[in-house]
């Protein structure tokens, strides 16, 4: 019985991801560049690049119980929802491995066995590090609460939507929706 309810208690506080929080940073807003030291899975990319286009990102770590649970089995499946906007260019989907913990545990080398082992292909980004700071500097520019945090970037590159931890998929994919048939950006 102990067993049982101590199994409990570790998937409520360390499996089950965080309820959703909104971000602490005001949403919508101007999408910042990243601070990318390495990308994988292709050639990197800046926000500007992306305009025009929707961009979900997900702020995940590879040992993050939450980001394995929630955010990345959620986006394979957007993965495969979206497929046609995927194909056709109007969706994009970025992760960006942002890590504040466990630097030597999760560092580039793991990631890479990880993302192999994990059938992510979509481009990944590692986010950089000043030296001696222990936040990286991507979290700090879009104010992460910790992961999994996703945004989702409309077509003007604006944000208009970041929760941290586990949130409504049905609304968020609502919005995702909306934010797909909504006109492209001109210049």
């Not at 700090?140 to 941290?164: C, H, L, W």
Request: glycine letters at 8%.
């Amino acid at each position: 019985m102990r067993s049982a309810i101590g199994s409990f208690f570790l998937f409520i506080f360390f499996i089950q991801p965080t309820l959703a929080q909104p971000s602490h940073m005001q949403v919508p807003r101007q999408a910042p560049d990243w601070v990318i030291s390495e990308w994988l899975n292709g050639k990197g990319v800046k926000v500007n690049d992306l305009k025009g286009k929707v961009v979900v990102v997900d702020f995940f770590q590879l040992w993050c119980p939450g980001c394995n649970a929630f955010s990345i089995p959620l986006l394979k499946r957007w993965e495969q929802t979206f497929a046609d906007e995927i194909n056709a260019g109007k969706l994009e989907v970025i992760s960006i491995h942002t890590v504040f913990e466990g630097h030597e545990a999760q560092n580039p080398n793991k990631l890479k066995k990880f993302l192999k082992r994990k059938e992510i292909h979509h481009l990944v980004g590692i986010d950089r590090h000043k030296e001696g700071e222990r936040i990286p500097q991507t979290m700090n520019i879009y104010g992460t609460s910790g992961t999994p945090e996703m945004a989702f970037i409309d077509k003007k590159g604006v944000i208009r939507f970041q929760e941290f931890g586990g949130f409504n998929v049905a609304r968020a994919e609502k919005l995702l929706r909306k934010l797909l048939s909504e006109p492209t950006a001109t210049n």
